[in-house]
Structures are given as structure tokens and as C-alpha cells.
């Protein structure tokens, strides 16, 4: 069974003690919470990813990064590779988010290289995409998930797949306040499980976790996770707060 994951993603948001903290009361207030088949994940920034993991010890939070750069070492002032995450204890990585697409000029084709490298380094990816309103105005939708799938993802072998989380985030509804209807969700994501089926098998589309981003809140989280394709949350602003980020992984 696909395993059910709430994530949240802090952006530039928190330092080594705000991190900290953040942690060890989102440790708490899950604490007593029964949950099976269900991750619980936070994404500090670089920085604070070391200090993060220690405080989220003997817990059940995971601790992973926004990013990664493709290449395994060299002259890429300002990066971070993926043996310098995997030495310090991430699994995980977050690709692809749109404001990385947005303000770093991140492609389809420079995010496939990213991905070829975490599956050559044996991370994890949780691999974001997702449509600009403009798209889903002139009905592009479905169109464009499809080509940023398909561009970033699909040459990869079946194999590859259980190393990939999909988070599917349409742009006009992250940090909007504007969320797509879970009706909204659940179309676009059973369309993404088809055309992986269509790609590769109905095992290997079964089998991966779908997550949707926007504006998720303790209010419409319920209704959202209630679809059958919907698997889960990438969580902006509302993993900021332990009280609403608590609150969405109780509704899953
Ligand atoms: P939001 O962000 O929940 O603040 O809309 C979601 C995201 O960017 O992953």
C-alpha cells in the first residue's frame, strides 16, 4: 500500500533556533497521535538541516532538503551536492518546487539531471510540478502536467519509481490562499496515476505516493485527502504554525 505523507516545506523561513523549536513541538503534539502507514516530514532550509535532524530524533518527523545541485562536487559557488546531504543523514529531497522554476530558472530538462542524480546517490525525491493559472484558464492543464512529467520523469526505468514522492502543486493556489477544490485535486491526480500506468504499469502508478500543494489548511484538508488519488500534503505556509500543521495530519 502507498504510504500516506504529510510534508512541510519551510521555504527561507526559520533559523537554528526557530528550527529547533519547531521541531520539538511538532514531536509533541504528534506524539500521542495514532497513525499507520502515514510519514511525517519537514524541509528546513540547508543551513539548519544538521541541527534539525538531531532535534527530531527518536521521532517519527523526518527530516529532508529543498534542493540539490545535479553535479557530485566542483566549482558551483553556493551549491550543495548530494553527498554533502548524504553525509549528513537526509534521505529525501524536494525538486522542482515552482519557486525554484520560477526565480532560478529550474527546466524540465535541468530537473531531470537532478533526479538522474538522487536516484544515482539512492535518495528519495519529492518531485513538484504543477500549471501557472494561465494554463488552467485556457484548459492547458492536463497538458502541461503531462510534458513536466514526461520531460523530467519519464525516462527513468519502473524500477526508479519507488524512490519518487510526486507533490502536484498548481501555481495559482501556492501561498494564494486559493486552493483547487479537492474535485480539482482528485481529477488531476487520477489523470497523473493514468498516464504513468499508461507509461508504465497499473502496479507502478498504484504504488506511488501523489501529494497535493496549495494552500492546504486544517480547514480543507480533510475534504482534500478524502479522494482515493490524493495521497497526501506539501504544506507551505500552514507548516510554519505546529497547531494548523498538526491540525492537516490529523486529517490524514
Ligand atoms: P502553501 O505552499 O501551502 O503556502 O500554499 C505550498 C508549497 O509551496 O509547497
Not at 523549536?21 to 502507514?37: E, G, P, T, W, Y
Not at 524536494?94 to 522554476?101: A, F, N, T
Not at 506511488?208 to 505556509?237: Q, T
Amino acid at each position: 500500500m502507498r504510504a500516506k505523507i504529510v510534508a512541510g516545506n519551510w521555504k527561507m523561513n526559520n533559523d537554528k533556533k526557530e528550527s529547533k523549536q519547531l521541531i520539538k513541538d511538532l514531536k509533541k503534539s504528534i506524539k500521542r497521535l495514532k497513525f499507520k502507514n502515514t510519514r511525517v516530514i519537514v524541509a528546513p532550509t540547508f543551513v539548519n538541516l544538521s541541527s534539525s535532524i538531531k532535534a527530531a530524533k527518536k521521532s517519527r518527523v523526518e527530516v529532508v532538503a529543498q534542493n540539490m545541485h545535479h553535479a557530485k562536487n566542483g566549482a558551483y559557488t553556493g551549491e550543495i551536492s548530494a553527498d554533502m546531504l548524504k553525509s549528513i543523514g537526509i534521505k529525501t529531497v524536494i525538486l522542482g518546487h515552482s519557486e525554484r522554476r520560477t526565480y532560478f530558472n529550474e527546466t524540465d530538462a535541468s530537473l531531470a539531471l537532478k533526479v538522474d542524480a538522487v536516484l544515482a546517490n539512492e535518495l528519495e525525491t519529492i518531485f513538484c510540478f504543477g500549471e501557472l493559472l494561465e494554463d488552467r484558464k485556457a484548459n492547458n492543464h492536463f497538458a502541461v502536467v503531462e510534458s513536466q512529467l514526461t520531460n523530467a520523469l519519464f525516462h527513468l526505468n519502473a524500477s526508479a519509481w519507488s524512490s519518487i514522492v510526486l507533490a502536484y502543486e498548481p501555481v495559482w493556489a501556492i501561498g494564494t490562499g486559493e486552493t483547487a477544490s479537492a474535485e480539482q485535486a482528485q481529477e488531476m491526480h487520477a489523470f497523473i496515476r493514468g498516464i504513468i500506468a499508461k507509461k508504465y504499469t497499473t502496479e507502478v502508478a498504484d504504488a506511488v505516493s501523489i501529494l497535493y500543494g496549495g494552500s492546504v489548511k486544517p480547514a480543507n484538508a480533510e475534504e482534500i485527502f478524502s479522494k482515493p488519488d490524493v495521497d497526501g500534503g506539501l504544506i507551505g505556509g500552514a507548516a510554519l504554525n505546529v497547531n494548523d500543521f498538526t491540525g492537516i495530519i490529523k486529517a490524514i
